[in-house]
């Protein structure tokens, strides 16, 4: 990947297919599908969340599930404010511009596991580019969208639970499909 280009995907891209999980399970699912990108789901570690005003109305669900998952949250001001008034524990950190240390460095730091990070639009556009690459870089799984954070909980709770997830076959789940008139 070249460093200059930000990945951000455009919407011809974030409808694009690239892999499949399966499972009867949609926790099961999505964590195979991230685990088949390459970008494993981490079951421990520090989630760190910088959450766009307009997604903040599901802030709470995404912070007390990593929360119940064990994970220890890192959060930006706002958002920080937001997790701690529901009175779960988190630790504030400092955007790009806000002095050190601040988003970037704990995540070359390798301190951050998880990121979900929801784009503010234009406002914070640069900080949002930054803190992508720098995701990559470091190889930490990213979420742009309060659906990824949720489907992400779903998902590390069902690694958790289960440990290893089972596999199975296209054709082991095709012979479980039954006829509804038999």
Do not use: W
């Not at 999980?21 to 520090?46: C, H, M, R, W």
């Amino acid at each position: 990947m070249f460093p200059e280009v930000d990945p951000l995907l455009g919407p011809e891209m974030r409808s694009t297919g690239e892999v499949l999980g399966i499972s009867s399970d949609f926790g099961d699912a999505f964590y195979k599908a991230e685990e088949a990108t390459q970008s494993k789901l981490p079951v421990s570690g520090t989630a760190l969340l910088s959450i766009s005003d307009r997604d903040k109305g599901e802030l709470i669900e995404v912070a007390k599930g990593l929360h119940d998952c064990g994970f220890a949250l890192m959060a930006t001001e706002g958002t920080c404010a937001m997790i701690q008034e529901a009175g779960i524990p988190v630790s504030k950190i400092a955007k790009i511009d806000e002095g050190r240390p601040n988003i970037l460095d704990v995540i070359t730091n390798k301190t951050i596991t998880l990121i979900i990070n929801t784009p503010n639009d234009k406002k914070g556009a640069t900080d949002d580019s930054y803190i992508r690459k720098a995701a990559i870089k470091s190889k930490v799984p990213y979420m742009t969208t309060m659906a990824a954070a949720k489907a992400t909980v779903e998902g590390i709770r069902s690694a958790q639970k289960h440990h290893k997830l089972p596999v199975k076959s296209l054709q082991e789940f095709h012979a479980e499909i039954v006829d509804k008139d038999e």
